[in-house]
């Protein structure tokens, strides 16, 4: 009988994120209920999101000491207590940290096997549709229109500059180091990439874009948000997507400068926005994803870690900066 390995939520941390937050656990295996399945997690997502959630309240409850640590994962059916799926079955489900979790079968939609299954927690993940609808739906880039999106490297970033690349946008990507700027421009096809951590953002920003940024994808909020806002043209666009400057610290102290008046003066629209917002409309987008990456007009950037054991560095190691793309662990 094999028994469920788990990585415990030890302790909440109070600044950096250590290894000291987890702890590795055996469990007994779960049993599903009516209505719900029973999945082993095959490949776990890794998000800058997991940091967010352990200082509170989010768009989901805040995660509880002691309780096994939450998180997606790419997971297969092994047993169904629900009509419309079968072991066998690929699904996202919110596992946790675990290599086997019961859960409700009622929101889980099964999911294409395609090759290679990775790219289902990828671009055809939260990631790429977050990337997708961020962009398009909200931040709504013209033809010809300058954008501009920070963690560039990054899941979510590096597929936001392709895409505005696609729709006819001149892209600037906001990276940390020479090697993901050089990576973002030369293998990507970005316009530009501005490395934070080589100098002053908000001068690099101006003489790139003296017309100004119409549209600012904005994964880290902070600094970089600040540098962006004070280069915004007029009837320009935040795309609010996340905070990742902010996760793994205690809070700031102040937020940046700039806000409200250059909103006011700049007549700016600044959204913010949660992937799940626009599900309605998930299958338009995942065809139009897909025949991007079949054509070849979107590369696919993947960071596969294997061994539940290794979730906790990883996520230390993605909130550092060590990946490229989309992070994630195998379960092996
Ligand atoms: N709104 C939504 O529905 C939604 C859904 C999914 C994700 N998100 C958000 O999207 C953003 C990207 O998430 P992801 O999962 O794709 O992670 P990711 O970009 O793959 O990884 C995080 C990256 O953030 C960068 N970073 C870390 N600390 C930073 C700092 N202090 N300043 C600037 N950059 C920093 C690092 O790259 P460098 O080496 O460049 O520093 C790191 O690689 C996050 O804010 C996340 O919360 C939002």
Partial sequence: MPTNRQIILAQKPNGKLTAESFRLAEGPMPSPGEGEVLVKARYVSLDAANRAWMQGVTYRSALETGAVMAGGSLAEVVESRADHLAPGDLVFAETGWQAYAAVPAKNLVKLPRVEPLTHLLSVYGVTGLTAYFGLLNVGQPQAGETVAVSAAAGAVGSL??????????????????????????????FDEAVDYKAGDVRRQLRGLCPDGIDVYFDNVGGDIFEAALFNMA????????????????????????????????????????????????????????????????????????????????????????????KRMVRVV
């Avoid at 006819?168 to 990507?188: H, T």
């Avoid at 629209?269 to 054509?295: I, K, N, P, Q, T």
Wanted: hydrophobic share 45%.
């Fill in 160 to 189: 936001v500059g392709q895409i505005a690349k696609i729709k006819g946008s001149r892209v600037i990507g906001i990276a940390g180091g020479a090697a993901k700027c050089a990576w973002i421009r030369d293998e990507l096809g």
């Fill in 234 to 325: 007029n009837h320009g666009r935040i795309v609010c997507c996340g905070a990742v400057s902010q996760y793994d610290d205690v809070p700031p102290a102040h937020g940046p400068r700039g806000v409200p008046g250059l909103i006011v003066t700049k007549r700016l629209r600044v959204e913010g926005f949660v992937v799940m917002d626009f599900y309605a409309s998930r299958d338009a987008a995942l065809a139009e994803l897909r025949g991007w990456v079949e054509a070849g007009k979107l590369k696919v950037q993947e960071d596969v870690i294997d061994g539940l054991d290794n979730l906790p560095v990883a996520l230390i190691g993605l909130l550092a900066g060590e990946n490229r793309g």
